[in-house]
């Protein structure tokens, strides 16, 4: 996507604020608009849009984990890592979810919380999963 690679940022805002003008209320429009802001360093823009992206669609984690990295670049590390973990439930794709894992492990790490046990753990040979609330 025109969003990962840096040198096509302006192509991809062009693009992204003519769909918003057409769809303002589609929330993967507006996930892709607040990821524009969030890439172009604009935190606080970003974070409205990501918001309202995440009031119309609740149960899409891809959109949850944008807030949740919008929320750590805003150092509200609690709120990531709340978010964080609501991307993790409501994630299928492994790689996607083995990704939101790792930031929410390394979060967690960082402000000294116990993490979660990950809910597909190769060690864990078909066993029950068992997910421990991040506690202090």
Do not use: C, T
């Amino acid at each position: 996507s025109y969003l990962e690679d840096s040198k096509d940022m302006a192509k991809a805002e062009s693009f992204i604020v003519k769909a918003v003008e057409l769809k303002p209320n589609d929330p993967y429009i507006l996930d892709s608009y607040g990821w524009l802001l969030f890439k172009q360093g604009k935190m606080d823009l970003a974070l409205k849009q990501i918001e309202h992206a995440v009031d119309l669609k609740p149960e899409e984690g891809v959109i949850i984990e944008h807030l949740a990295d919008v929320y750590l670049k805003l150092n509200m590390k609690q709120k990531a890592l709340a978010a964080y973990e609501k991307a993790l439930d409501r994630i299928a794709d492994p790689k996607d979810q083995s990704r939101v894992n790792q930031k929410y492990e390394n979060l967690a790490n960082a402000i000294g919380i116990r993490a979660r046990i990950p809910a597909s753990r190769p060690d864990m040979d078909g066993q029950e999963e068992v997910q421990v609330k991040a506690e202090k």
